[in-house]
């Protein structure tokens, strides 16, 4: 992984037509909010997707690279502090919240990071995301952690609750402390290429959310083809998403590379217009420590190293950490252990 050329010298990837590189319109800092920008219907409606290119692609994400030894026992440690650490069940406690909050702020062992040498670099997940009935009772289980609360809202999963009511949720969600918002969008939008209407949703979402930062979750697996994720992407990032995430976790089909791929070249191509870093985050599926580093690959290769931090790639997870502990825990002692010997709560 070490020797591979700096992003801007890359070769152009399969999937998406060549074009000419954008430079960005001005100079953006590197930790600066995404501001969004007007909608503008060319940019939208020119997205073309390739899927059989593309899928290609994917395919070579797992192979063409690899991450061994002591190499992947570093990358998964990674892996760890980019994790949204999730609960999203109907049968969710304020007890089941604080177990979740403990496991957050002590992911992995001691012993297995003594025996890394990792014992002082301070994991720790990402966040930890709940409904919002339940976020005042993770900030109160996270107090003094520097762990931010994150809430799923706007009428998750499916989104169709009244409008009025999914804008009210996420003020209830930040008033109750949560600093990060999940939103999910209205399907029948990118469906119809009602494009205007996605935009003007997103907006009211990313302006209800004040200053917690706002992940828009596109549903992918509900979206019908990959051009429509393309497009969604854009529009998502045009109205100000901080992050676009892949799927709830609640659909048929969720996190797929491919569509990591096709949103993880829309987020590049933001960045060329715009100057402005957009999060990714794949969620739903996402189980095994080997998917979370083909993940890793995917936004090394194709956003770059810049990418590799918790302030622009997450998992939504809730079982990942669970084998990632595992395969750390093989790396260390040489046993894999059970894998309900690692509950997250």
Known sequence: MSNARPHSERAPREGVPARETVEPRRIVPLDARNAGMALDLDLVRRVTANRSAIERRAATLGTRRSVKKEWQAAWLLRAVTMIDLTTLSGDDTPGRVARLAAKARRPIRDDVLEALGAADLGIRVASVCVYPELVAAARAA????????????????????????????????????????????????????????????????????????????????????????????????????????????????????????????????????????????????????????????????????????????????????????????????????????????
């Open 142 to 345: 996270l107090e003094d952690s520097g762990i931010p609360v994150c809430s799923v809202a706007a009428g998750f999963p499916a989104g169709l609750t009244p409008f009025e009511q999914r804008v009210e949720e996420i003020h209830r969600s930040v008033e109750a402390g949560a600093s990060e918002i999940d939103i999910v969008i209205t399907r029948r939008h990118v469906l119809t290429g009602d494009w205007q209407a996605l935009y003007d949703e997103v907006r009211v979402f990313r302006e209800a959310a004040g200053e917690a930062h706002l992940k828009t979750i596109l549903a992918t697996g509900e979206l019908g083809t990959l051009r429509n994720v393309a497009r969604a992407s854009r529009v998502a990032m045009m109205a100000g998403a901080d992050f676009i995430k892949t799927s709830t976790g609640k659909e048929q089909v969720n996190a797929t590379l491919p569509v990591g791929l096709v949103m993880a070249r829309a987020i590049r191509e933001y960045r060329e217009l715009t100057g402005f870093r957009v999060g990714l985050k794949p969620a739903g599926g996402i189980g095994k420590a080997k998917q979370a580093l083909q993940w890793l690959i995917l936004a090394r290769e194709e956003l770059g190293d810049e990418w590799l931090t918790r302030e622009r790639f997450r998992f939504g997870a809730s079982s990942l950490l669970a084998d990632i502990e595992r395969q750390l825990e093989h790396r260390a002692t040489g046993r894999y252990s059970a894998f309900h010997r690692h509950p997250s709560a």
